[in-house]
């Protein structure tokens, strides 16, 4: 056995061992993938399929007998225009004020020393361990006493200040060069303009994932709404479709539609941003 022969075995054997890595890899992402868009995909098939049994085992991965009759009787059941309409208001505005407060609080965290700074943010921090629902029963209390219950105000003012939020404006500050800061400094730059002009600017990649990240969140919103909310004309669509149910009956297929109608558009909207929501990110991991 020559000497290129002895070089080429190992070489082969280091290929087959990558190859089977990455084998290894894209089976568990397609494992990952499936697991996670057959709730979506299980929810179509059953709004789109005809009359019939609906929990069949295993369950239907295509329509059968397709059909829009739930969806048509979906949006001729509610008022779900206006649904769309208040759920558009309550995104808009969590999305404005998430992003005001994250950058206000973000800003001083990265770029400001003061005592306290790090107690500041690890108090932050540690309220990512906890459930929303922890802090129902105090919002809610809050809410009722500044009599902004069954308001946008009510569902919104409570989410505004997110720990994801101000530690992922904090990372992309963060990463702003210190000489660039020193500079506007120097040219007689305010405390203002350095984060108006300078800091906002060049954290939008940060920004970008934010916006959509709070998007989602307050579009796919149920639980808070439904509590502080009373009256249906001011109902989110994750609230409203649920009047697709009935009082003494329930159509799985028609709810299934409602669903549908409830989820497509934020998913669109994410699957064109997606992009943006990664590469902002990637500055927060760095």
Not at 152 to 177: D, M, N, R
């Amino acid at each position: 056995m020559n000497h290129s022969t002895t070089l080429a075995i190992p070489a082969a054997r280091a290929r087959a061992d990558r190859l089977a890595a990455r084998a290894v890899h894209y089976l568990a992402l397609s494992a990952i993938a499936l697991i996670t868009v057959y709730p979506f995909w299980w929810t179509l098939a059953t709004a789109l399929s005809g009359d019939g049994e609906v929990f069949a085992f295993p369950p239907p991965l295509l329509p059968t007998a397709p059909t829009l009759e739930h969806f048509h009787e979906a949006v001729s059941s509610i008022d779900i225009l206006a649904f769309y309409r208040n759920s558009f208001a309550i995104a808009a505005l969590t999305v404005a004020g998430t992003l005001l407060v994250s950058a206000l609080a973000a800003y001083p965290l990265a770029r400001m020393k003061f005592p306290g700074r790090r107690l500041v943010f690890g108090a932050i921090l540690a309220t990512m361990i906890l459930p929303s629902e922890v802090n129902f029963l105090v919002n809610f209390i809050t809410v009722s006493k500044l009599q902004l219950t069954d308001s946008y105000s009510g569902v919104v003012l409570p989410t505004l200040a997110g720990a994801v939020g101000i530690f992922l404006l904090k990372q992309a500050f963060e990463a702003v060069p210190q000489d660039l800061i020193d500079a506007a400094r120097v040219d007689g730059a305010s405390e203002w303009q350095i984060f108006w002009r300078i800091m906002l600017p060049l954290a939008r990649p940060a920004l970008a994932a934010l916006t959509i990240l709070t998007t989602v969140s307050a579009w796919n919103q149920y639980i808070w709404p439904s509590i502080v909310m009373s009256s249906p004309d001011k109902f989110p669509l994750s609230v409203g479709v649920l009047y697709l149910a009935g009082a003494f009956s329930f159509k799985t297929r028609v709810v299934a539609a409602g669903a549908v109608l409830t989820v497509l558009p934020i998913l669109i909207v994410f699957l064109f941003t997606q992009r943006y929501f990664l590469r902002g990110f990637d500055g927060a991991v760095k």
